[in-house]
């Protein structure tokens, strides 16, 4: 690096990585998560799993790191694999995990990458992969796609992707092609969980797999053309993926900020009867 560039970094304090996320597409930003926030969110989602598991009047595992977890999940999912999805569904909704995907430290990352007013477009997407944790017929690992055209928000919006536990090249990393963000939207074909890129577009020698220790954190633009590898793989992954976009994107704001994701609100009670006062007491603690 000459002194100049040198010099220039120090001023604007531009971290490393921004020059790498902009060549490439994409960066993993070292020790950037809090070890104690990752711990935090497992232990929440064991936490779901054993409540689960005690209500089908089964045996839980108690908290004793990513083992319990797993050990938990797979009991849950042998038992029931509705209560299982359910749980899983509901782990993404975690306080614990939503408090870290807005922490000062990852909205910085978001600011570094010039990101002004960053927007959420939808909470973080739990993805859980494990070759103990397979559903038939169910989702495993997301195919070759873009964010952007699923979203369709700023042209500039990041996708961070978190993970709970170290992820080597045989826990189902991300791979993803560099330079493809250079090439806009690729064509492609919408498929049940994603809209899919075509795969006469590229070849497997054009990925690369991410590798990515506790605490690290992997970023890429919402035009990196990404895909989870399942080849080869086993174990458990957890991740958390979560869309970051720049409320002052020239193009968003023209188009008056559409967003892809839409909520919808059931509003007819569960049952009838449910919940009755006395129940709604004891929630509450105030039953005698
Ligand atoms: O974590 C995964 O396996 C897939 C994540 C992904 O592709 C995404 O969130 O866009």
């Known amino acids: 690096m000459t002194y100049a560039l040198h010099a220039e970094r120090q001023r ?30 497992a232990c929440d989602m064991h936490c779901a799993y054993a409540r689960q ?24 999912l042998q038992a029931d694999v509705k209560a299982y999805l359910a749980a899983t569904r509901h782990t993404a909704r975690l306080a614990s995990l939503q408090q870290l995907v807005v922490s000062d430290a990852v909205l910085s990352i978001a600011s570094a ?25 169910g989702y495993h690992g997301v ?18 992707w978190f993970s709970l536990f170290d992820v080597t090249p045989h826990t189902y990393p991300l791979q993803l092609i560099p330079g493809s963000h250079r090439r806009g939207v690729w064509p492609s074909q919408i498929t049940e969980h ?9 070849v497997d020698a054009d990925f690369i797999t991410a590798t990515v220790a506790r605490g690290d954190l992997l970023v890429f633009t919402g035009f990196t053309v990404h895909r989870t590898a399942v080849k080869d793989c086993a174990g458990l992954r957890i991740a958390a993926s979560m869309r970051y976009e ?8 023209e188009r008056g900020y559409p967003c892809a994701y839409q909520r919808t609100v059931i509003r007819e009670a569960p049952s009838s009867g449910f919940p009755s006062s006395a129940q709604v007491d004891r929630a509450l603690g105030l039953a005698d």
């Not at 930003?29 to 070890?35: D, E, N, S, T």
């Not at 598991?53 to 849950?76: C, K, T």
């Open 113 to 137: 990458l010039g990101l002004q007013a960053t927007s959420l477009p939808t909470s973080p997407v739990l993805h859980v992969m494990g070759d103990s944790l397979r559903i038939p017929g």
């Open 194 to 202: 994603t809209s899919e890129v075509d795969p006469s577009t590229y």
């Open 246 to 253: 720049n409320t002052a994107e020239a193009t968003f704001v």
């Open 53 to 76: 598991l005690e209500r089908l009047g089964l045996p839980a595992a108690a908290w004793s790191g990513r083992a319990s977890l797993l050990q938990n999940m797979e009991r849950l």
């Open 12 to 41: 604007t304090a531009e971290p490393d990585w921004v020059d790498s996320y902009r060549a490439s597409g994409l960066a993993v930003i070292p020790g950037v998560l809090p070890v104690a926030c990752l711990d935090r969110i």
């Open 143 to 160: 195919a070759t796609h873009q964010d952007w055209p699923v979203v369709q928000g700023s042209l500039d919006a990041v996708t961070m």
